[in-house]
């Protein structure tokens, strides 16, 4: 069975910066892509990003390109989104996931896997 456990939220004020870590359990981690998605109070839960299996491939929602970045370790089996400019509509719990395959995806449904969540609170 996969665990995956988020760490890294927090509070932080709009203009500043988080790094969100995922470390997955298995032997399998480097097969499969990643991706992180988050929920607001009140909202459904949206995409974020995704990382394939290599790291060659990554794809970013609209509200958060070019201020949030994916990354992968493969050899410690963990996956990173580093958050910079943070705004208060980021406010949010933040979920990874591990792909069903090695193609990083922004639909939910192709993910098998889900970690617990990390709250993310950004004050204005």
């Known amino acids: 069975q996969v665990q995956l456990v988020e760490s890294g939220g927090g509070l932080v004020q709009a203009g500043g910066s988080l790094r969100l870590s995922c470390a997955a359990s298995?032997?399998?981690?480097?097969?499969?892509?990643m991706g992180w998605f988050r929920q607001a109070p009140g909202k459904e839960r949206e995409f974020v990003s995704s990382?394939?299996?290599?790291?060659?491939?990554?794809y970013y929602s609209d509200s958060v390109k070019g201020r949030f970045t994916i990354s992968r370790d493969n050899a410690k089996n963990t996956v990173y989104l580093q958050m910079n400019s943070l705004k208060p509509e980021d406010t949010a719990v933040y979920y990874c996931?591990?792909?069903?395959?090695?193609?990083?995806?922004?639909?939910?449904?192709?993910?098998?896997?889900w970690g617990q969540g990390t709250q993310v609170t950004v004050s204005s």
């Open positions: 996931a591990r792909g069903k395959g090695g193609v990083a995806a922004i639909t939910g449904a192709l993910y098998e896997y």
């Open positions: 298995g032997r399998t981690f480097s097969s499969y892509a």
């Open positions: 990382v394939s299996w290599s790291g060659s491939s990554t």
